[in-house]
């Protein structure tokens, strides 16, 4: 039987935990042949409700899973891991300026990366999704010296999906029939979803849409505003569809990508494009085999498109320089 994937899930017992954990357990990340162990992590008020989803886990009796370890200590959560999902972290709160939220989230990726270093597999990658997700992948990143950067993602993916469903709902086409659908930049409100240089079955979005304002304006803007439109309709923040997208982001940085495709997911940033180098920045990312990925070069980049661009580099060096103090 083939060796068990250790999974570390932080924030286990919150809302993307309990859409998450049971598709891992069911094969999703990883396919039907291969095992998975969980080791589930929570601060300590979240342990008690921890229980309960371990024993809904055990209920469901999924033939893939063979280990479950809970636990609010981060040396016994990230021992052994090979990959790493962290999802909890602390809400921003009403009066909350974005300094706060990074300060204290600074602190918590702080000890997080710091513990991945010394317990987690050597080559262990590592998906942050508690937000801000880009600044506090950079910031357990730094601390992790042992693992190499190109390990650290940022998660955007949910970003790409969004942009996807609104190009194929504008289009009158299926999800699928829409590609090559970048996120530059932020997990903020000032990401860019790139529809120059996507596709609609596989001609240009532009030639499928003819509505340029609606392009340049609605469009960002929904998929920009698209999580606060969710808690304003359901009362809390999107889980499943964020739970979705982080099952989607693992799958394709262990699978090929199709010939001429791209997905997107925060990086540290190569120099590619001229996004300074060290930053967790979303690029169209293409994954040569598991373990493997580069940026995709050579796009062309409208000017519109820079605009757009800089405007979320100049969020994230604001971000990195708030922070400054952190970074190991
Ligand atoms: P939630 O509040 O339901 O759950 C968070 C869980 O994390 C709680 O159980 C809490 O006890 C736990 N937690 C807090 N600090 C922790 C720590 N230091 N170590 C371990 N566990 C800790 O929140 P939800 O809805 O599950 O969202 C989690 C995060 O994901 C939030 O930061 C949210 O903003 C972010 N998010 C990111 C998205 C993305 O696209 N990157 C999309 C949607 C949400």
Known sequence: MKKPIRVAVTGAAGQIGYSLLFRIA??????????????LIEIEPGLEPLKGVV??????????????VQTSDLDVGFKDVDWALLVGSVPRKAGMER??????????FTGQGQAIDRNASPNCRTLVVGNPCNTNCLIAMSQAKRIPKENWFAMTRLDENRAKSQLADKAGVHNSDVTNLAIWGNHSATQYPDFTNAKINGAAVTDKIADQEWLQGEFISTVQQRGAA??????A??????????????????TPTAEGDWHSVGVCSDGSYGIPEGLIY????????????????????????????????????????AVSGLLG
């Open 237 to 254: 923040s999107s889980a499943a569809s964020a739970a979705n997208a982080a099952i989607d982001t693992v799958r394709s940085l262990v």
């Open 55 to 68: 024993m809904e886990l055990e209920d469901c009796a999924f033939p893939l899973l063979k280990d479950i």
């Open 230 to 235: 969710i808690i304003k309709a359901r009362g």
């Open 99 to 108: 300094k706060d939220l990074l300060d204290i989230n600074g602190k918590i």
């Open 282 to 321: 979303s690029f169209p990312i293409r994954t040569v085999e598991d373990g493997k990925w580069e940026v995709v070069q050579g796009l062309e980049i409208d000017a519109f498109s820079k605009g757009k661009i800089d405007a979320t580099t100049a969020e994230l060096e604001e971000e990195r320089d």
């Open 26 to 39: 069911n094969g999703d990340l990883f396919g039907p042949d291969q095992p998975v162990a969980l080791n």
